[in-house]
């Protein structure tokens, strides 16, 4: 891979490299939906996009069957502040609507995983993850609702950020979790990843969420002195050690031994982590079962077959939902349902607003918080298909960022036995990327982590 | 046995804001005459990625109303999802204001006419609550298809709750007037009832109440909701046939109002009767929950404080401001009930403040200009008034004025200096010996004693004058010149 940093590159080169892999690779690998063969080019630096981030004239399918000639007719604001230096070069595959851990609920196919062609990338920014990692794409946008982001990176070996909510814009970006959504980075290093962050920030008046960012220049990385990292206590009992592979915690122990040098680790209690998935997995369906209304059968989606009632558009559309979809709306529509409310989205709110609460307190005594990507490496595929509550606990350690709104990084660390790529992740507090991303990099130098 | 009725009724009246864009776009609404689906984008097309941004025009016009109605505005409001799937709802929610509205607990007084010998009294309608939201599109529902146009979805909407305060269809008229003339005095939308900016969900049941000699059985009929009413007329229509239809189905059935049975009907203004939409409508459930998407409304005291003093005069205070004046109901009347006719008098006033303009507007202007007066530029107005206090013109010039004055566009001072207008005596002592050459028989009539020759000779030599003569002189001439001739 290359290891000169973003703005090193030759940028001709690097399209010649890029269109080469993706020419090469993308059968083998099914890391596109879309490629835009004809749009190269050679004075911009190319990039991958989450197919459901809206790219104007072009198709945006989600992933899903659904809208597989949807033509988003605008741009996105994260792809318009891209426009001045760099290209799309294609619409990378996802989980339909970027629901899942894997890529296995695509309606399109599954990304292999750029290690191992018998295993996922992970998901659901899958395909951008894998762009990266297979270099075909200079870096790539993805979506990171609950880990989507950060879990497919840790899998493929490369960056992946998730930002604080509100500092990049949502606005084209196909909603799933409207209150937890935010755009993220995949890239191949930390400070590649701070680079196109710089393009990116300031405010969008198109969407209300987003803040004026106080760091204009995110590659500017400084460190003061010796920072408090957090280790999480809870991590250690039975009910995340047997969750995680063997692999994963001796890498976890032995990061934490090679990164002592520089950072001070202190132990903290955070034993809402445990409820911070019960928790995303009622509000995220809540917001979704909403979000996916829209998709009706009269505007985009559906057939054009001629149908006798509202309901059977309604039908014969949303048939073409995958089960992954059609299990979150039902999820969605009943935990929001008169009389379960109460027990199911509201009781969630709240836990979300504990757990808000109680990082806020953690992040009064420390800079940051660190702790693995994903229990697992990258996994078989459709050795989790069939339970699907074995494949949400992916997200057991990512979750928890998205219902608190605080950004997140996850960087390689090393490899297993079988040289598969773990990730580990750092936590900083609301608004404190450029801590964060400054951190991050310092890790990644420690680890040196090689990754080709 | 005897029997006692007593209706019960409560409103919600959706009022389209005149904001410029959207409610959460920046589509223009003026949509009325466009090409369907012209006044679209992504966000009130609902398309995937797409996120509202709120009108802050939505918010302050809301605002207004809630005051105009006497509403407590509410420091914080909040946007929620009213989850539901319809072709003519983009979204398949709707944005709207559930837990916290944006203004509560108002009121409007309705004054009731006044039974035979008593004056009209006042009655307190309370208003719940007002909060905002999207409209939707409008379907067309044609044989073996529905068409679709979305110009309307997303137009800021305001819906006003009623308590069930009202007991008869007039009381219920007079309330959705009351609300109607005080949003439009407001400035906050024209509720053109035509156009759907103003549209009525009715509530009715019926307490029937039978009195028999050794006991009192009172029994209330379950709520009907008919919706999307766009006339008083049809409203006041509907609400009577409930009654009756209410009170038979209940002698039939014997079933009374009880949870989950509300029903919603329509109204078929041809056959004039309502007919059933749905029943059990409260098993209908909007999964309501706070938008993600937006972030909550809050309005400073300041703020509310600077939009009341924004707000113009309201029909109330107009009301009370004439009938101190002592003006008679015609005049009280016009000036609360046409909001034009109030602002085009309030901008002749600022031009001559004289106790005549209300007057002249009403019994000379209004004729000729019907429903817009502003066809007249109101400082001519104001000319022309000016010139018939100071005697300078008479009324019948007065009236050639306004027209000659729409149609031209020029002042009715240089008209009146072109065409020769003013009074004048030039030239009157040849008219009315002309007129009484012409007119022996009405002369010799008069001479007989027949008084009322006298006024017909004034008419005609009023006539001879082409107005530029005023009743009096003339009579006054006319009378001299025959008392010389009779000698």
Not at chain 1, 23 to 41: A, C, K, Q, R, S
Not at chain 2, 149 to 175: C, F, Q, R, T, W
Request: aromatic share 10%; net charge negative; with cysteine.
């Amino acid at each position: 891979m290359n290891k000169k940093h973003i703005d090193e590159l030759n940028i001709a080169e690097e399209n010649k490299i890029v269109r080469d892999n993706i020419n090469n690779l993308n059968d083998e690998y099914n890391v596109y939906i879309t490629i835009f063969d004809d749009d190269f080019n050679k004075e911009k630096i190319p990039y991958a996009l989450k197919d459901n981030i809206s790219l104007k004239g072009k198709r945006m399918t989600a992933g899903s069957k659904y809208l597989k000639s949807y033509i988003s007719p605008y741009n996105a604001t994260v792809v318009d502040r891209l426009n001045d230096k760099y290209n799309v070069v294609g619409k990378t595959n996802l989980d339909s609507f970027a629901f899942g851990s894997s890529t296995e609920n695509s309606g399109y196919f599954i990304t292999k995983n750029p290690y191992d062609k018998s295993r996922v990338a992970g998901g659901s920014s899958g395909g951008s993850a894998a762009a990266v990692g297979l270099n075909m794409a200079t870096f790539a946008l993805g979506t990171d609702t609950g880990g989507s982001v950060r879990l497919p990176a840790s899998f493929c070996g490369v960056v992946g950020y998730k930002p604080t909510y509100g500092l990049l814009s949502r606005y084209g970006l196909a909603a799933m979790g409207s209150s937890l959504d935010v755009p993220g980075i995949i890239s191949r290093s930390v400070y590649d990843c701070s680079y196109v962050l710089n393009s990116l920030i300031s405010k969008d008046p198109k969407d209300v969420q987003t803040y004026e960012s106080e760091v204009n220049d995110f590659t500017q990385f400084n460190i003061s002195g010796k920072p408090k990292i957090g280790l999480i206590k809870e991590l250690n009992t039975q009910l995340f050690t047997n969750m995680m592979g063997k692999d994963v915690y001796s890498n976890y122990l032995s990061s934490i031994k090679l990164l002592s040098q520089d950072f001070d680790f202190v132990e903290i209690s955070f034993k809402d982590i445990e409820y911070s998935l019960p928790a995303y997995y009622i509000i995220t369906p809540s917001e979704i079962s909403s979000n996916m209304a829209r998709y009706d059968g009269i505007r985009f989606g559906g057939d054009e077959a001629k149908h006798n009632s509202i309901d059977e558009i309604y039908y014969s559309g949303r048939e073409l939902f995958e089960d992954e979809v059609k299990r979150r709306i039902f999820i969605g529509n009943f935990s929001l349902s008169s009389g379960y409310a109460d027990k199911y989205y509201e009781n969630a709110v709240s836990i979300r607003n504990e757990i808000r609460n109680k990082l806020s307190d953690i992040f009064n005594s420390i800079d940051a918080i660190f702790l693995p990507t994903s229990p697992n490496v990258a996994f078989e595929i459709g050795s989790k298909t069939t339970n699907p509550v074995e494949m949400y606990m992916e997200d057991i350690f990512t979750v928890s960022a998205n219902i608190a709104g605080i950004p997140a990084i996850s960087i390689p660390s090393g490899f297993n036995e079988k040289h598969l790529p773990i990730g580990m992740q750092l936590f900083a507090k609301r608004k404190d990327d450029f801590k964060l991303l400054s951190f991050a990099n310092r890790c990644e130098e420690i680890f040196n982590f090689n990754n080709d | 046995m005897t029997r006692k009725i007593k209706p019960i009724i409560g409103l919600e009246i959706h009022v389209q804001l005149k904001t410029k864009t959207k409610m959460f776009c920046s589509c223009d609404t003026q949509y009325f005459h466009s090409e369907p689906n012209s006044h679209m984008c992504p966000v009130c097309l609902g398309l995937p990625g797409a996120l509202p941004v709120p009108n802050k025009e939505g918010i302050k016009l809301s605002v207004k109303s809630g005051l105009a109605l006497n509403c407590t505005i509410n420091n914080y409001s909040r946007w929620d999802r009213k989850n539901y799937m319809y072709p003519d709802l983009f979204k398949g929610y709707q944005i709207t204001q559930y837990v916290y509205p944006i203004a509560s607990n108002g009121y409007v007084d309705i004054n009731l006419p006044a039974s035979t010998g008593n004056n009209s009294k006042k009655k307190r309608i309370r208003i719940l609550r007002a909060h905002l939201e999207e409209d939707t599109a409008k379907s067309i529902h044609e044989t073996d298809y529905t068409l679709i146009d979305g110009n309307k979805a997303g137009v800021p909407l305001l819906e006003i709750v009623s308590e069930p305060d009202m007991n008869s269809s007039e009381e219920a008229k007079l309330y959705a007037q009351k609300v109607y003339n005080t949003l439009i005095y407001a400035g906050v939308s024209d509720c053109d009832l035509e156009k759907g900016q103003m549209r009525f969900d009715v509530n009715v049941n019926i307490e029937v109440v039978d009195e028999y000699e050794d006991k009192t059985i009172t029994r209330v009929t379950p709520i009907v909701e008919m919706k999307n009413m766009n006339s008083f007329a049809d409203m006041v229509s509907a609400i009577e046939f409930e009654f009756q239809r209410q009170e038979k189905e209940l002698d039939e059935t014997n079933i009374e109002k009880a949870a989950g049975n509300k029903t919603t009907r329509g109204w078929n203004s041809l056959k004039s009767r309502t007919f059933l939409l749905r029943s059990k409508e409260e098993a209908e459930d909007y999964r309501y929950f706070p938008e993600p998407d937006l972030l909550p409304v809050y309005i400073d005291d300041v703020d509310i404080d600077k939009i009341q003093e924004e707000i113009g005069d309201l029909p109330d205070k107009i009301y009370d401001d004439l009938s101190n004046m002592n003006f008679p109901d015609e005049i009280v009347t016009m000036y609360t009930s046409s909001y034009i006719y109030y602002k085009y008098l309030k901008e002749t006033l600022q031009y001559i403040d004289n106790i005549n303009v209300y007057t002249f507007i009403k019994n000379e202007l209004k004729s000729v200009t019907g429903e817009n007066p502003y066809i007249l530029n109101p400082e001519f107005c104001a000319e022309i008034i000016r010139l018939l206090i100071e005697k300078r013109i008479t009324n019948l010039v007065a009236k050639d004025l306004i027209n000659l004055s729409i149609e031209s566009g020029l002042s009715p001072i240089q008209l009146a200096n072109d065409k020769k207008l003013f009074t004048t005596i030039e030239g009157l002592d040849e008219q009315v010996i002309e007129v009484i050459r012409e007119n022996a028989d009405a002369v010799n009539n008069y001479k007989g004693g027949k008084e009322s020759s006298l006024m017909f000779l004034v008419g005609q030599v009023m006539k001879k004058a082409k107005g530029r003569t005023d009743p009096v002189t003339a009579k006054e001439k006319l009378l001299k010149l025959l008392k010389e001739d009779l000698k």
